[in-house]
């Protein structure tokens, strides 16, 4: 049996929250027909992740700016991670998953490389051109900057989840909305749901990198008194300590029975036993938080009486929040992170040479424009000079602004492709 986009429509209107938004009332910038199956934010969605922008990505720093080793969290894993938990309650709340889906796959797509040290770099050499703001910056790879389509230029999103990228706000972003969308108080409930998500995303998990490399210490977390780490941290060492109890039955019953005694899971002391600890604190954090977005928004949303997606756009506050507890938690280890980890001497260090890098690339460009690629020199007949290699360099990944800066600057290798003169 089929399932085409009708009656996919049909189960949005009678299974969603009347507060919910219906993809039958979202429209594009440039009119096309309907797809027979898919409702327009699954097409959104294919659309973002099928991007160039949406694949670069993973070469670009989230908060840790690494050139060796895989396992720290990039603005791909961390956009996907959002996604994951903004799913999570956007299905708990009744709204339109896929919707939520679209913008938390987009909503990053406009970070420059290097993390907030390209970005305030790139904003600060801008600075008489208009500035630079990812949130914008993302609007207008979706809108503009992104190739892929005949009829139209960018991706031709739904007006809903162009909303939802621009009006994206977290702790530390307070974009100036376009005109476009400055009639509208708020983003849609949807919308609010991944700028939560991107708060409970980026505070827990920026924690669990900064342990990993040793920017954070679980033991100053608790001598600090941050809430939400006291609390994770007993609950996982009771995890734990379940687990060592488990065990020592184990090794009771095989030596009494056998006479041999297993290798322990957890042995004290090693460096698995702490990695586990971290992990189930991380877990713990996360699903406190989601459930705490859950059940508060739930009630702010019923007490508003909010009758329709629109309803709850221009109503007078936010409606998916936290509990004062946990917001004001949530903050403390946010500051936290500030304070100690994003300000911490070696993390600076790397970011001043970062910075340096992408002021090197926009001035030389500035000076030689015709050391732009080909298709980059065309859009200099149209558009300010300034703004076309700020878009080039933003859109760049670490990785490749890192070669093409020593391909610059540094004198030890000339060449074209693979072939080298030293």
């Known amino acids: 049996m089929r399932f085409e986009r009708a009656a996919r429509e049909s189960l949005e209107a009678t299974a969603l929250a009347p507060y919910a938004v219906r993809s039958v009332t979202t429209h594009r910038r440039y009119h096309e027909g309907r797809d027979p199956y898919r409702t327009e934010f699954q097409r959104d969605r294919d659309r973002v992740l099928h991007s160039a922008a949406f694949r670069r990505l993973q070469h670009k720093t989230q908060v840790f700016i690494v050139t060796q080793g895989d396992f720290y969290r990039t603005r791909l894993t961390h956009t996907l991670e959002v996604s994951q938990i903004a799913r999570s309650i956007a299905a708990a709340l009744g709204l339109n998953v896929d919707l939520v889906e679209a913008i938390a796959l987009a909503h990053d797509l406009g970070h420059p490389p290097f993390g907030h040290a390209g970005e305030a770099e790139l904003h600060l050499l801008m600075e008489s051109h208009g500035g630079f703001e990812h949130n914008v910056q993302s ?41 476009e969308f400055a009639n509208v108080p708020h983003a849609s409930v949807e919308g609010q749901v991944v700028d939560l998500a991107d708060m409970i995303a980026y505070s827990t998990h920026d924690l669990d990198d900064a342990l990993r490399i040793g920017l954070a210490d679980a033991e100053d977390l608790k001598a600090k008194g941050i809430e939400l780490w006291l609390e994770a941290s007993q609950r996982a060492e009771g995890v734990v300590a379940r687990r ?107 970011e001043h040479k970062a910075r340096r890098v992408a002021r090197g690339l926009f001035e030389m460009f500035i000076r030689e424009p015709r050391l732009l690629p080909r298709v980059t020199q065309e859009r200099l007949q149209s558009a300010d000079a300034h703004r076309v290699v700020c878009d080039y360099i933003s859109s760049m990944t670490d990785r490749f602004a890192l070669d093409l800066y020593n391909r610059m600057f540094e004198s030890y290798e000339i060449g074209y492709g693979g072939s080298a003169i030293s």
Not at 143 to 167: C, K
Not at 342 to 349: A, S
């Open 139 to 179: 609007l207008r790879v979706v809108d503009e900057l992104e190739i892929g389509y005949a009829m139209f230029p960018g991706l031709n999103l739904s007006w809903h989840v162009r909303q939802g990228i621009a009006t994206h706000a977290t702790l530390y972003d307070a974009p100036q909305v376009p005109a």
């Open 244 to 350: 060592d109890a488990t065990e020592t039955q184990v090794e009771l019953t095989l030596e009494e029975k056998r006479g041999e005694v297993p290798l322990r899971f957890l042995p004290p002391g090693s460096h698995k036993r702490e990695d586990v600890r971290i992990r189930e604190a991380i877990r713990w954090m996360i699903g406190r938080l989601v459930e705490d977005v859950i059940a508060t928004s739930d009630e702010e949303i019923y007490g508003s009486r909010v009758r329709s997606a629109d309803d709850a756009m221009r109503h007078d506050g936010r409606l998916v929040v936290m509990s004062a507890l946990r917001d004001g938690q949530l903050r403390q280890l946010a500051f936290y992170l500030r304070d100690v980890v994003y300000h911490h001497p070696e993390k600076l260090l790397i």
